[in-house]
C-alpha cells in the first residue's frame, strides 16, 4: 500500500478514534512499524496529528490533549530540559511550579536540592517533592481540576500575591511564531501571569511540540522570560527576537523517540 493511500486512511482512523497507534496501523495496513513510524512523523511535520508515546494523537486546537497522553509525550525530551532548569536553580532558594508535565519533571529533579520553598499549583509536583525532607512544599488552594491535578482561580492568585519569588517557573500548551505564550484555560492564565509578576527571574520550560500547536488565550510573550529551556533550535526569526528581548535560550537535545 503506497504512503499516498496510507495517509488518509491513518488520518480517518484518528478521527474516528481520536488517536492512533503503531502497532495496530502497522497490522491493519500490513506494513512494518518503521514504515508507520515515518508515516506518523510525516503527518506530524505537516501538523495533521501529534505523535505521543506508541503512536499519534489529533493535534489540539481549543482543547488541551488529555493528561496522561502529555506526560507520555516527549519524556525523555521534558526529562532533559528539567535537568538543565534544575542545574539553574541554587539551594537557599523560593521558586514557583505551576501546572504542566515539564514542571512535574523539573520536581523531579530537584529532589536532592536543599533548603527550597517551592509554591506550586500542581498537586502532582507537590506530592513528588513529599520524597525530598530538605524542601518546604505550600501548596496555594484553588479550584482543583480533576483531570490534571491543577489548581486555579481567585483564590490561586491571591495566594500568589502574598509572596515574592526568586523564580518563577511555568509552562504553556503553545507558542505562536511571533513568540507569544498561550494556553487553554483563562484561569489557569491568570495564574501564569501572576507567577511572573511575582517572580525575580522568570524560567518558561516548553518542548518543541509547542510551536506546532494553537491555543486560544495569551499568557505573554517570551519577551517577559529571562530563561526559556526547551529541545529544539527555535526557527531563525524567533531566535533573533530573543536575542533583542534578552530571553536566554537553553536547548537540550535528546536522540529522537523511536516509538
Same mark, same amino acid.
Given at each position: ?21 503503531? +502497532? ?5 495496513? &500490513? ?36 493528561? +496522561? ?21 541554587? +539551594? ?11 514542571? +512535574? ?35 496555594? &488552594? ?6 490534571? &491535578? ?7 492568585? @491571591?495566594? $500568589? ?6 523564580? !518563577? ?9 511571533? &513568540? @507569544? ?13 501572576? $507567577? ?8 518558561? $520550560? ?13 499568557? !505573554?510573550?517570551?519577551?517577559? $522570560? ?30 529522537? @523517540?523511536?516509538?
Amino acid at each position: 500500500m503506497s504512503q499516498t493511500i496510507r495517509h488518509p486512511e491513518i488520518l480517518d482512523i484518528a478521527r474516528r478514534d481520536g488517536k492512533v497507534t503503531v +502497532e495496530y496501523l502497522a497490522e491493519h495496513l &500490513g506494513v512494518t512499524l518503521q514504515t508507520i513510524r515515518r508515516d506518523l512523523s510525516d503527518l506530524a511535520d505537516a501538523g495533521k496529528l501529534e505523535r505521543v508515546h506508541g503512536g499519534a494523537v489529533l493535534p489540539s486546537g481549543t482543547v488541551n490533549i488529555a493528561y +496522561e497522553e502529555r506526560r507520555r509525550l516527549n519524556s525523555e525530551s521534558k526529562t532533559a530540559m528539567a535537568k538543565a532548569c534544575a542545574a539553574m536553580i541554587p +539551594e537557599d532558594c523560593a521558586i514557583f511550579l505551576n501546572i504542566g508535565t515539564s514542571t +512535574e519533571a523539573l520536581a523531579t529533579e530537584l529532589l536532592h536540592h536543599r533548603n527550597l520553598l517551592v509554591v506550586t499549583n500542581n498537586m502532582n509536583v507537590a506530592n513528588i517533592l513529599t520524597h525530598n525532607p530538605d524542601c518546604e512544599v505550600i501548596v496555594t &488552594g484553588g479550584t482543583l481540576r480533576q483531570s490534571d &491535578g491543577g489548581l486555579t482561580g481567585d483564590i490561586t492568585t @491571591d495566594v $500568589i500575591r502574598k509572596f515574592k519569588f526568586d523564580i !518563577g517557573i511555568i509552562g504553556c500548551s503553545a507558542i505562536d511564531p511571533d &513568540g @507569544d505564550i498561550l494556553d487553554f484555560d483563562l484561569r489557569e492564565v491568570g495564574v501564569s501571569q501572576t $507567577i511572573l509578576n511575582q517572580s525575580r527571574r522568570k524560567m518558561l $520550560i516548553a518542548d518543541h511540540t509547542k510551536f506546532k500547536r494553537k491555543a486560544p488565550a495569551r499568557i !505573554g510573550s517570551l519577551a517577559d $522570560i529571562d530563561v526559556f529551556f526547551t529541545d529544539a533550535p527555535l526557527p531563525p526569526a524567533l531566535k533573533d527576537a530573543c536575542t533583542r528581548w534578552h530571553t536566554d535560550i537553553d536547548v537540550s537535545t535528546v536522540a529522537p @523517540d523511536q516509538a
